[in-house]
């Protein structure tokens, strides 16, 4: 188990790593490149599967894997975003519509990422699956399949995951 | 909101969405009188209609590109990087961008370099933080010493180093037009600082003129040493996938381009390019418009000889010296591993050699080349004529037998050498992954797999017992403690066979068991083995040799862990007085003085251990400044000092400080502010300050969570102590939970037999003690003591305060027979302690009087009062 649980952990940080180097490297070759996190995982997963560390990992299982990668990733990257607010290294630029909606997403990503928290607490499954289909994409048929449990289930769950979620970042 | 209202909810939510909106209402207040969950329905109904939350309808791709997107170079201007701010841009390289930095405490100023593309997940941060410190001990005047090194907080690493203001190697010999000789002296200065890398364990990897700067006064600086590293992965494949960003093609072996392990046969190479573009003015290879797949076949043909494309510079030079000079410069740059030179030491051989006009190692070993060789050193010895001759050819003969011979054992030698650094090697890229108990079971894998290397080995015994050692000091580090036995035997069996008796080889085997042993706990026998390895050592090794001192820090370990504080302290202000002689404070006399603060705190020496945490505090500071985790040690220890002096509110103010620093330096989610958060608790809860206590650990906790997950013996460890607290202040309610996960965690991290699982039981049962649940208070330290005999030697101190509990609550069950007998046994254990957990026995004591006295045994009561009275 123990063995397990550090080939996790080691797959972990090379989804995180890969995620973060691809996002900047693409956006820096084309900034009109659309980032978005499905293509990363997907990319992300053509670049690893051929490390032995991925290499016998199922893709659905990378997925998963990586779709928390992605979560961290975003999570990071919304509180360096608030402390670079804080900071004030960047004061002059108060009126910056950039910073303001990049302000506004770390808001977002931060207050989802609570909320998951705390739905992860009464229900790890609905949990697992926002962050599967949110952060890495996941069909609903794959969700299905990972839990082992009907796409009706899925989408029923989904849909009151959803609505708990929205309102609980509204009531932040 | 627990399970139960989760599950309520979605069925309302569920079934009110089917209805039509006008009949969800009243459908809602039939069905639920619970207002915060009607309420939660409607709002979550509302939402639901509504479809447009704000972020789980968008396309997540805006969202993260807003987040990702960093065009703008971090590290603006005012940000700090542990004690250091940035001042100005000074350029960007291929890894990433350079700023100056200045020290706030010393006003000194540093490189600053912030790598590109480079992020590490959260779980390698704190592992990156460590080898930083293992980079940073690499002390050498011609490799520019990195001081501090971390993440920002999306996990970029970031480096300060000395700042260097030189030129590029290459550029310096342009400007100045360089001699022949100058620019050899320059690249053997390099050549030195690689090799003192290697001889660390640690690779360059991306060498090349730009990274190495020579100073106006002509001394040379090695860049970026081990920071390529970094940002690989530790598995050969995760190289391929970020290979190519890391090196510089062009300077890159041919290993390095395909993907595969390097090691310091890498370095050799690009080594061997830099003395071709020394030579030559140019690359061996253009490859600037060639993409990676070409490359690799570029580079495996020969380049063209370095005589061909000499600079015009060193026209000059006779013929048979760029034979050499071709020989050299391209058995360093084979492309196949094997051929090149097996070690930077090799390389440097042969430079020397050519400065000498002595024959190379690397040269074909040619009667023709030795006797051409021969001529050119003794030209005008040379004579014609017969005597002449016979005394000519009888000098080469005896010259070529005598050159193979010593070459021969330096191969040897060097082969040896080779084989441990890149056996050592490639244990510590396995070995990254020592973050905890689940990753080192990785690394003895690893260790595993070494082994059978090393049984391979049985043609060169002296090389197989240093790797028996190594990897047998190895496992002892993770924990393999029988295996580790088994091969550290082997070794000293060996080296007996192989060495004198009493050799320092043999004495360092002696040193590497006994510092087993005391990982054993068997303290007699790792006492008697560091005696012998110490008695070896001071026959025949002068007194401050670095293996003599570092066996009497072994020793002194055994003298504090047995309770014997004033030998170690003896022992300890030798050693230090040995390192200290005339020379700075070094790394190791800081650590034999961190040593010697705490035996003189264990034997009670307050004022002592002050005045040497002091000095320590003062030393970390010069060498570290103000904000670094040596300097919260010390704080710490200070701290401690204080609360023994019963001057809590003092000792409070340290630890504060401490919690300070480690808060800056590791951030908020990190274990170490966690314990500096737990001492700030305990210091508090000497000043009866329970509430504040129990809120600092509580903090301590949830960032062990954070960190660690749920199921982790650190968070085990806080919730003990959170428990501990409850329990001093009577909330059962808050300790009991406390303790059952507590014992959660240890049964299903440490199994049934662990004695720590029989501590956390034993507390378990302290509550339902005080709550007078003897029954349940009986079975739980009824099984923590079986625990403990089963886990622990007889005489464990744990054995006797289980005895005594048991006793305790026997007695409050008024079963006075039994309790006087558990009472007893457990008080026995305790007083053949050399450092009796003081206040167990004073129970045991009392309870024995209490137990004796109602049996009606008037003696023995007696006996126990007066020992009472005594000891009170």
Known sequence: MADDRAALDHLFSLAYEELRRLASVVRRNDPSITLSPTALVHEAWIKLADSPAVGHTSPLHFKRIAARAMRQVLVDAARHRKAEKRGGGRALVTFDEALDARLESAEQVLALHDALEALAQVSPRQAEMVEGRFFGGLEVREIAEMQAVSEATVLRDWRAAKAWLSTEMGSR | ????????????????????????????SGQCDDPAIAGRVRDMLAADEAEATPILDAPLGAVAERLLDDQAPPGAPDQRFGPYTVRRLLGEGGMGTVFLAVRDDLESEAALKILRDASLSPSRRERFQSEQRALAQLHHPSIAQLYDAGTLPDGTPWFVMEYVEGLPLTEYCRRRKTSLRGRLLLFRAVADAVRHAHRHAIVHRDLKPSNVLVKDDGSVRLLDCGIAKQLEGDEPADQTRTGLRLMTPAYAAPEQLRGEQVGTFTDVYALGVILYELLTGQVPHDLSRLNPAEMIPAVSEPPARPSQRALRALAGLARGEWADLDVLCLTAMHPDPARRYQTVDALIADIDHFLDGAPLDARPDTVSYRLAKFVRRHRSGVVAGTLAVLTFLATVVFYTVRLRAARDDALAESARTQRVQQFMEKLLQGGEDDAGPADSLRVTTLIDRGLLDVRSLDAEPEAQADLLETLGGLYTRFGKLDRADSLLRAALERRERLYPAGSPPIARSLAALGQLRTEQASFDSAEALLDSALALYHERLPADHPDALAAATSLARVFEETGHYDRAIALLTETARAQGAGRDTTPELLATLYGLANNHFYAGHYDTSDSLNRTLLAAYRRRFGEAHPNVADALTNLGAIQQEKGNYAEAERYHRQSLEIVRRWYGEDNPRTATGLTQVGRALLYEDRYDEALALQRQALAILERVYGSNHPRVASALNDIGGVAYMRDQYDVAEPAYRRVIEIYRSVYGERHYQLGTAIS?????????????????????????????????????????????????RARRFGEAAEESRAGYEILIKQSNPAASFVRAARRDLAAAYDSLGKKELADRFKRELADTT
């Open chain 2, 1 to 28: 909101m627990d399970r139960d209202a989760w599950e309520r909810i979605q069925d309302l939510f569920h079934r009110a969405r089917e209805l039509p909106p006008e009949q969800r209402e009243s459908f809602l």
């Open chain 2, 763 to 811: 507390n378990l049962g302290g509550v339902y003690l005080d709550r007078r649940q003897y029954v349940e208070a009986e079975r739980l330290f009824r099984q923590a003591l079986a625990i403990f005999v089963e886990a622990l030697q007889p005489d464990n101190v744990n054995i006797g305060i289980g005895h005594i509990k048991l006793g305790r609550t026997l007695l």
